[in-house]
């Protein structure tokens, strides 16, 4: 029995493989929520109720992920002081630090944030780099997003399945070149910051894959086929 982490549309089935197929939806973490209301997540999180908060993050971050951050935080500091930005760099932020890219002091450096989703879901806008499980836990938030992919060269899945999510409208993908250009990755920012149409309608597009998660029926088939009770 094969157990597929998505939807129909996004891994075809080769006609040779006979065994059972099941599309389960994604593998995400359960969220709880009747806490995705961003003022009241806010005020649980010591975060302005009416600043502007964009948040950075690469997952565990690797090294192709260095320029990624450096742009971010220059790009960011760009747009003070309307924005406050947090970037979650995982490894990167302690080796590297970033903090001089921050020329502006509106950027929050940080390795770790403990329980990330809530402050995704209580961000206008988040910068990542994709990845199958980043991009269904923002998706699921409602929470609108930049993808930047990494290269072909450095994952070549990542990028086919960036531009895959946003075809079902969930996100905006970004070529890598804009890291080359931290003004132009600002200027790409602001205009998505202000553009409240796309940015709902992003949101509305994740949202209507709530029902669709799949963490359950995959365990429940699992132990179907080990013969236990599920």
């Not at 094969?2 to 599309?23: K, N, R, T």
């Not at 209301?37 to 992920?65: C, F, K, N």
């Not at 930047?148 to 409208?169: K, N, Q, T, W």
């Amino acid at each position: 029995h094969v157990i597929l982490a998505d939807c129909e549309d996004a891994f075809p089935v080769p006609p040779w493989l006979e065994a059972p197929i099941s599309y389960v939806g994604p593998l995400c973490r359960d969220f709880d929520f009747t806490w995705v209301d961003r003022q009241e997540l806010r005020d649980s999180l010591g975060l302005p109720r009416e600043q502007t908060l964009v948040l950075a993050t690469a997952g565990g971050g690797s090294l192709p992920d260095v320029e990624f951050f450096r742009s971010c935080c220059y790009a960011l500091s760009h747009l003070y002081p309307d924005v406050h930005g947090i970037m979650v760099g995982g490894s990167l932020a302690r080796t590297f630090g970033f903090f001089h890219y921050d020329l502006a002091g509106n950027v929050r450096v940080t390795d770790f944030l403990p329980d990330l989703p809530r402050w995704l879901a209580a961000s206008d806008l988040v910068l990542t780099r994709g990845g199958h499980s980043s991009l269904w836990e923002l998706a699921l938030l409602g929470v609108p997003s930049l993808c930047i992919p990494h290269s072909r060269v450095d994952d070549p899945f990542g990028e086919r399945y960036a531009c895959l999510m946003e075809r079902r409208g969930t996100t905006h993908v970004l070529p890598e070149r804009v890291l080359n250009s931290p003004t132009g990755l600002a200027d790409v920012v602001r205009r998505m910051l202000a553009d409240e149409g796309a940015k709902a309608r992003m949101s509305e597009a994740g949202l209507r894959w709530r029902d669709r998660t799949g963490t359950r029926e995959a365990a429940r088939i699992v132990l179907e086929v080990a013969g236990l009770p599920s």
